[in-house]
């Protein structure tokens, strides 16, 4: 790694703050309240915090980052790859830094969720819930140290090529305009709503004799959040508020719905491409709505049919996808040059006919010459 690297100020302070994230940001939050008490959890890779207010109080908070060397390595990993990336600059992008980087992140959680069919779930089950990492902090770093800053990459490498071609920097005319979203900006909105919000609304209310409730869970591929209120005969009221980042026990049951919302994901790059003038919108907004079958065809045919809930598909992330696309300062696609007037457009039937004959008398050609050369030995 060169030195130059660490003299980017804004480098070092993306990469500061992107560590301040991963590693101080709570992956889950969750709040109980009762007519009894009120507690909650807070909860990170580097700490854990747990309180409860009531007929009994107490207060628990652990530092707990000893326990998580593999996230450190990845994070490392994770870092190596921004600055190989940086040290690219208008070159060719590091496919393959890319892909190792992404192959290690994404390893862990698809080792636990191949685990999970391949093996009994009550033998693995202490396993999944005392693993040292957890699945969605592999999702934040993959989120923060290699899709952002490959936008970003993808920005100033499209706006820098445009510049050189005499078509100007759309990205600082978007932003000398007074332009909301920039292509950079949009395509990072899409990629944080394909990541958050693809997933489906869960309503289930249930009434009975002795208590009912009414729970909505909101199921994404990354973050899960839900809130329940439920009231029982001797305890009127219970309020939960939780959210998380998708831990191992999260994938155990929800694991085939999360991977219903992957799809949201391509509809992101798909967005990406054509705020930048690479893609039609006729075929992003196709892709967007492929990307919504998956969830919508596990809504109907996996819970609906196997629980008997009120499943309701809600496809916000399609829906933020398509305000990017019409608020974006939308880079123009390279109009193709018209032809000069010397210049004949061959349909493409005939250039294949003609490369059919082509080929048809070379054989010719080449069986005369062997009848030739049989002829002569005869004689």
């Not at 003299?7 to 969750?30: D, Q």
């Not at 799809?263 to 967007?288: C, D, E, N, Q």
Request: net charge positive.
């Amino acid at each position: 790694m060169k030195l130059q690297v660490l003299s980017n100020k804004r480098l070092i302070l993306y990469i500061i703050l992107g560590l301040t994230f991963v590693f101080f940001v709570p992956l889950e939050f969750a709040f109980f309240s009762s007519t009894d008490s009120t507690s909650y959890v807070i909860f990170n890779a580097m700490f854990y915090v747990q309180a409860d207010i009531g007929t009994v109080s107490h207060t628990l908070f652990r530092w707990t980052w000893i326990r998580y060397p593999l996230s450190f390595l990845l994070t490392i990993a994770s870092l190596v790859f921004v600055a190989r990336l940086h040290q690219c600059r208008n070159k060719a992008y590091p496919i393959f830094s890319a892909s190792a980087v992404g192959i290690a992140l994404w390893s862990v959680p698809i080792y636990f969720f191949i685990q999970f069919f391949s093996v009994s779930s009550f033998y693995w089950i202490d396993i999944f819930m005392s693993a040292p990492l957890p699945i969605g902090f592999c999702g934040v770093l993959f989120l923060i140290f290699v899709i952002l800053p490959s936008i970003q990459w993808h920005s100033n490498l499209t706006s820098t090529s445009r510049s050189i071609s005499g078509l100007g920097n759309d990205e600082k005319t978007a932003s000398a305009s007074g332009v909301i979203l920039t292509p950079k900006r949009g395509s990072s909105l899409a990629f944080l709503a394909a990541f958050l919000l693809p997933g489906l609304i869960l309503l289930q209310s249930t009434a009975m004799l002795e208590y009912s409730d009414f729970n909505i869970s909101y199921l994404g591929f990354l973050v899960q959040f839900q809130t329940s209120s439920m009231w029982y005969l001797s305890n009127p009221v219970s309020q939960q508020y939780a959210y998380f980042v998708q831990e191992i026990a999260t994938w155990t049951t929800f694991g085939v719905s999360i991977l219903c919302c992957a799809p949201s994901l391509l509809f992101a790059w798909f967005v990406m491409r054509y705020v930048h003038g690479m893609s039609s919108k006729r075929s992003t907004i196709l892709v967007g709505v492929l990307s919504e079958l998956p969830p919508l065809m596990y809504a109907i045919f996996g819970y609906a049919f196997e629980y008997g809930w009120l499943i309701i598909p809600f496809p916000l992330a399609f829906i933020v996808g398509l305000l990017v696309m019409r608020f974006t300062h939308v880079i123009e696609p390279r109009k193709k040059t018209e032809l000069s007037d010397s210049e004949i457009r061959v349909p493409w039937k005939t250039r294949l006919g003609s490369r059919f004959m082509k080929h048809n008398n070379i054989s010719i050609r080449a069986r005369a010459e062997k009848k030739a050369e049989d002829k002569d030995e005869e004689n």
